[in-house]
T-cell receptor, first 109, second 116 residues
Framework: QKEVEQNSGPLSVPEGAIASLNCTYSDRGSQSFFWYRQYSGKSPELIMFIYSNGDKEDGRFTAQLNRASQYISLLIRDSKLSDSATYLCAVNIGYKLSFGAGTTVTVRA | GAVVSQHPSWVICKSGTSVKIECRSLDFQATTMFWYRQFPKQSLMLMATSNEGSKATYEQGVEKDKFLINHASLTLSTLTVTSAHPEDSSFYIC????????????FGQGTRLTVV
């Protein structure tokens, strides 16, 4: 079983719509969870992190953590063309971050 | 966020030569840095964890004699790809944490290595 499972997509949404991404993780002891965005040919940049069960909102982004289900998600509201990228979830397992495979999101005009 | 600078951003080298990639934390001290490799359309794969003043910890399947890591100071870690071959062509990315494990990692710009 992979440490972090993420649906690789691709996911295509119209401009202004909501994009929904999700991951599951295997280590129940994981304490911190992250969402990164990666544009083609660039390194990942942090969008959000979440430590507590529930929702965390930052602008158009909402991260959700459900420890009981070992599930994390990211909602992107009012999607913009510039949101087109690959989104990576990451989970702290021990001293390192384990990444999901990434979900490629395309926002179409 | 914290700034991690990686250099060079791209490099082309001949097969059999060695290439050194530098990773610097510019505005914080990084006790631990991480080196990743990413092939096209794949996720980041952790190669090794670099600890200041001690030997790096390599992930299973990563040849430590081929990928030499040095973390001589709290702000600099280097990755040297020795005797590079075309199959080593990839996107190499370093990252560093600001404080203890559990906090977010910040990434360098990445280095695109092409071995011809």
């Amino acid at each position: 079983q992979k440490e972090v499972e993420q649906n690789s997509g691709p996911l295509s949404v119209p401009e202004g719509a909501i994009a929904s991404l999700n991951c599951t993780y295997s280590d129940r002891g994981s304490q911190s969870f992250f969402w990164y965005r990666q544009y083609s040919g660039k390194s990942p940049e942090l969008i959000m992190f979440i430590y507590s069960n529930g929702d965390k909102e930052d602008g158009r982004f909402t991260a959700q953590l459900n420890r009981a289900s070992q599930y994390i998600s990211l909602l992107i509201r009012d999607s913009k063309l510039s949101d087109s990228a690959t989104y990576l979830c990451a989970v702290n397992i021990g001293y390192k971050l384990s990444f999901g495979a990434g979900t490629t999101v395309t926002v179409r005009a | 966020g914290a700034v991690v600078s990686q250099h060079p951003s791209w490099v082309i080298c001949k097969s059999g030569t060695s290439v050194k990639i530098e990773c610097r934390s510019l505005d914080f001290q990084a006790t631990t840095m991480f080196w990743y490799r990413q092939f096209p359309k794949q996720s980041l794969m952790l190669m090794a964890t670099s600890n200041e003043g001690s030997k790096a910890t390599y992930e299973q399947g990563v040849e430590k004699d081929k990928f030499l890591i040095n973390h001589a100071s709290l702000t600099l870690s280097t990755l040297t790809v020795t005797s590079a071959h075309p199959e080593d062509s990839s996107f190499y990315i370093c990252s560093a944490r600001v404080t203890a494990p559990g906090t977010e990692a910040f990434f360098g710009q990445g280095t695109r290595l092409t071995v011809v």
